[in-house]
């Protein structure tokens, strides 16, 4: 294996660094271990001119070093926030496989479905196909994941799996019955991953977390707490071999430190750059890719309380926010406008949607000087600058504003509690594209929001959800959106998101909307 | 002797035991003002009975008083808790991060001690001169330079630009070269002033005048007679600056994505994972207050008249 050109040191920098270690060191060696795990400069990747497919077409090869934002918060699909995906992700499989336009396809794990009656669902389970700890993956396994997710009382997906009835393994094939018809299982099971029964039963979630067991395509190899994760390609997989050996995650919550990394040769690639360090990588010679996600920024207004009780208030606040202009001068177009809550993917748009006017925004104010309380997170990209222009838009169109900041747990617990006034920006992060992921989440008079007292929009949701087909459901849901966003004038939606990638002689990495990576097809060189 | 010695430790040690309280305390509520963790945890998906049935696992729906003394009876049980954020013990979280930590710690205390002693003596050997002026520079802009803008300065000299080095992250000796050099400038500063200050004082003792009148050299004055007698300050303040380095290198570690429990206490705060934050700030409360405690007894068991 090649060394890096960038990582080669001459011999006396090396030695002199070295020495100086040793001199820095005397007595710490009993302190603490140094096993080291490839993680640091040096390591093994090779380079080459970025770009191509990645295809693999030989044996594995290579260790892909992975900077993330963050440590896995945890590895348990069931329990785990989304961040952990990065790493499960690699070792375990949905049930349903999805295709590029993140649509549902019959080449994962589950090899088919059918639907006998509107409230049935059958599915039929790849044969052949084993954990990395030798459980066999069947109709029974595939039962358990499920039912985990339905009844397992911390799971995290419960709210989306309230309608299931039951989940019984049959033969080869998983038999799904709901209360009421529901068009978009098929759809949620791409967020259900599979789980060896027995492991998981043994292990729990705290033994599960610490050593993961799938189906994938990389299995687990080993943790070094606090400082990396280490996966290898599982040559038992019953799809298509990985092109990479071994791939370790370590993680830098500094972006600034994110990019030293890749640009010191230490890392191969390095996820989430802000806007500023991408372009720093994009200048230093760096690989950077830009993913327009499907993370939707959006506004929400209170719609049952004053002054947004009043519709043309809200009208005039979604008039008065030029989301384009947010775009353009906050992220320089690193980031897509959008006008639609139910139009998932960013470069999908709604039938209809509020075209910006402040003229009309004033004049819909009729001299008024509504005061509102504008409340964002500090936990989203560039957040503070996005509120402070929303800020100044509506106070352009009249509104007096007063500009609160708090951390995402507060933000959630008080819109929870409703304990929230006027407007609030909020991140909608869907685990599927499918428009009732939103549509349950934040339109219903159950939602976590629940902002729009309006009760046709659950009416609207659920003749959706009953519909046979995502293409009867279709023009529900653009209905649902007309009225929640254009009518009843209860949400702005901003813009959605644009991730940044470096990298550095990484071939074939694919990155979905959904903010999950594919590793399967990296190479390296 | 010993009745003094005695009556002298038992304040000490009651005086640690109640600074430590008030830090359990202090740790507590913050944890607590700082908000509810159930929504960070569960997600804006979550549904009711699942946020409530969090709450009650974690006993959070019980009156804050009762939970303060479960807290206080668990912490003197050595009892932890687990993290909401990693779903491990936290004592599992905190001793995987507590060697990284203590390598970091002592590197910079030995690299801050082997130039800050032997900086601060030049300056009080050579008082007045250029010699002396320089060291004092040095540890001025040791005191004034933030850690953080100083961290990322070796990174970009000596990570991106030279490549000499590493520019972040744990693993062999070469990693911890600019962590430990980032970490080492204030106490460095520190420990030359005060050494200089110490050594002028003692250089001034009428003793060290006979000494050169006996016709000794300056070498083996200042290595023999004064640098002894100047030791004592220069010890007491590095074992203050590293119960204050175990407790404070978050800004360095975090600069340099280093593994250790500054690290861990920040990735803590950022989840709201407030029963990990107060473990975190329990162990370095309790490690600084111990140092204290054992300088102040050291102390005094070398200098009597301090009983």
Known sequence: MKAHPGAVLSRSRKALAIAAALALSVGVAACGSSDGDGAGSGGSSTTAAAGGDGATGGAPSGNLRVVLAAPPSGLDPIVSARDGQYVWGTMLEPLVSVDDAEQPTREGLITDWSRPNPTTWELTVRPDVSFTNGEPFDAAAAAFAIRENVENPAGILKSYFANVRSVRADGDRVVVTTRRPQVNLVDLLTTVFALPPRYYGEQGSEGFTKAPIGTGPFTWTRELPGRSIQVSANPDYWGEEPGVREITFTWATDAQQRLSLLQSGAADVSFDLPPTQAKSAADAGLDVTEIPTAVKITGFLQADRAPFDDVNVRRAAQLAIDRDALVESIFQGRATATGGMLNMLPDQQPAEQVTPNADEAKALLRGQSPSIELTYPTKYTNIQDVAEATAGMLEEAGFRVRLTAVDYGTLVGRVVRRQIDGMYLLGAVPNVAHPDFFAHGFMTSTSITANCPDRELDVLTERALVQPDAEAAQPIYDELNTRAVVEDACYAPLYNQTFNIGSKGVRGLQYSPLNVPDFDRVTLG | ?307
């Open chain 2, 1 to 307: 002797m010993s009745s003094s010695l005695a009556s002298f430790g038992a304040r000490k040690i009651g005086a640690a035991l109640v600074t430590l309280l008030l830090a359990l305390t202090a740790a507590f509520a913050l944890g607590h003002l700082s908000g509810d963790p159930v929504y960070n945890i569960l997600g804006p998906l979550a549904q009711r009975e699942q946020i409530d049935a969090m709450r009650a696992d974690l006993g959070l729906d019980k009156p804050i008083a009762e939970q303060y003394v479960t807290y206080l009876g668990d912490t003197v049980r050595g009892e932890l808790g687990d993290s909401l954020q990693y779903f491990r013990s936290n004592s599992e979280l905190i001793s995987s991060r507590l060697p990284q930590s203590l390598q970091l710690l002592v590197a910079a205390i030995v690299l801050a001690i082997l130039i800050g002693v032997p900086l601060g003596t030049l300056a009080a050997v050579k008082e007045g001169t250029w010699w002396d002026r320089a060291a004092s520079t040095v540890a001025l802009l040791g005191q004034s330079v933030p850690v953080f803008w100083l961290g990322l300065m070796l990174i970009l000299i000596f990570a991106v630009q030279l490549r000499l080095l590493p520019s972040g992250q744990s693993g062999g000796l070469d990693h911890l070269i600019l962590p430990a050099i980032t970490l080492s400038l204030l106490p460095l500063a520190h420990i030359a002033r005060l050494t200089r200050a110490s050594m002028a004082e003692v250089l001034a003792e009428p003793y060290i005048d006979a000494a050169r009148a006996r016709g000794l050299s300056t070498r083996r004055i200042v290595g023999l007679h004064a640098l002894r007698n100047a030791a004592l300050p220069v010890l007491t303040v590095t074992a203050l600056q590293t119960g204050v380095l175990l407790s404070g290198a978050v800004a360095v570690e975090y600069v340099y994505s280093w593994p250790g429990l500054g690290t861990l206490a920040l990735e803590a705060v950022q989840f709201r994972d407030y029963t990990l934050a107060q473990a975190v700030v329990i162990v370095g409360a309790v490690a600084f207050v111990v140092l204290n405690l054992l300088v102040d007894l050291l102390y005094v068991v070398v200098d009597p008249r301090l009983r």
